[in-house]
């Protein structure tokens, strides 16, 4: 795994993030999925040819970032689901085919389960034909499986959002009977301001720096209006410095970071550089002239002017 891949599975995987994005995309911010109802799963899919596993020669394998069960109440109903985060950095266009494999693989895999359940109950014992030869019984269900993806760029998503936008002048009649597959995203680009307070974690100020981080007055003035940002963990740093370049320095000691004062420190280094390339640039024409119109060499006309040592190799590289 890269490195951003690393950071955002990392940060990612922390049920409170994870809940927190799910419950912004699918419930508007109410507080359905708790962090104490998450668990962990194996990242890995393995599909393999139903009640046969024995003979399977070639099974397929996937890798997730994260996949978590959840018990969930809505509507007074109790909700048994499996929810998937993909990360992605970068725009990939076939993504809608990726998340489709995912999801099949993870239902394949519950209905493996429930064939291996039965084989060690040996309870087939009046089931019909069908059943049997199935494996999987008529009382039987399924978990539903979501995935979530995750676009950590400033950038647009301007890829397929599903299946049917992968065609190319497709039967409009024949489109309706070939089932399409849409992928849930959250990209930072399309959130809206008044949006963001849906969030109840540090995913808020992550994703608002990812947003903003194009456009230095916009991102300056997010950071200086949300208290947040005067408290961002490692994780989150890792996340921003990974996915934006944001250059946010942490000392090994510190637990957070004040990212308002971090920017401010980096814009007044910032207007330094910039002061001293100007100062630079002053001296070397001052040089030039000198060496020109009086012969002079360049070591003495820095000595007339009294150029320092430290800026006497950035002037000397660049005549």
């Given at each position: 795994m890269g490195v951003k891949d690393t950071v955002t599975a990392r940060y990612m995987q922390q049920n409170e993030i994870f809940a927190d994005a799910f419950n912004y995309y699918v419930y508007g911010g109410r507080q359905v999925i708790h962090p104490d109802n998450l668990e962990e799963l194996d990242t890995r899919e393995i599909g393999v040819p139903y009640g046969n596993p024995e003979n399977a020669e070639q099974p397929v394998q996937r890798i997730r970032d994260v996949i978590k069960s959840v018990i969930a109440m809505t509507d007074k109903k109790t909700a048994y689901l499996v929810l998937a985060i993909e990360n992605q950095s970068n725009v990939h266009y076939a993504m809608s085919v990726k998340n489709m494999v995912y999801d099949a693989l993870q239902y394949a895999k519950q209905v493996e389960r429930a064939i291996a359940s039965h084989k060690k109950?040996?309870?087939?014992?009046?089931?019909?034909s069908d059943e049997?030869?199935?494996g999987f019984m008529k009382e039987d269900h399924l978990m539903p499986v979501m995935t979530l993806?995750?676009?950590?760029?400033?950038?647009?998503?301007?890829?397929p959002l599903s299946i049917h936008e992968l065609f190319e002048n497709p039967d409009t009649e024949l489109l309706p009977f070939i089932p399409d597959y849409k992928i849930n995203l959250i990209a930072p680009a399309t959130i809206q301001d008044n949006?963001?307070?849906?969030?109840n974690t540090t995913l808020k100020e992550v994703l608002t720096f990812i947003k903003y981080s194009?456009?230095?007055?916009?991102?300056?003035?997010?950071v200086n209006s949300d208290e947040g940002f005067r408290h961002l963990g490692r994780n989150e740093v890792d996340v921003l410095n990974a996915c934006v370049n944001a250059s946010l320095t942490m000392n090994k000691e510190e637990e957070v970071l004040d990212v308002c004062q971090a920017i401010q420190t980096l814009n007044e280094r910032a207007a330094e550089k910039a002061a001293n390339e100007r100062q630079i640039e002053?001296?070397?024409?001052?040089?030039?002239?000198?060496?020109?119109?009086?012969?002079?060499?360049?070591?003495q006309a820095m000595n007339v002017l009294g150029i320092s040592d430290s800026d006497r190799s950035s002037i000397a590289s660049r005549l």
């Open positions: 109950a040996g309870d087939y014992k009046g089931a019909d049997y030869l199935s993806v995750i676009y950590w760029s400033a950038k647009p998503w301007d890829g949006d963001f307070s849906k969030f194009r456009d230095a007055d916009k991102l300056e003035k997010a002053v001296l070397l024409q001052s040089v030039k002239n000198l060496m020109k119109n009086l012969g002079l060499s360049s070591d």
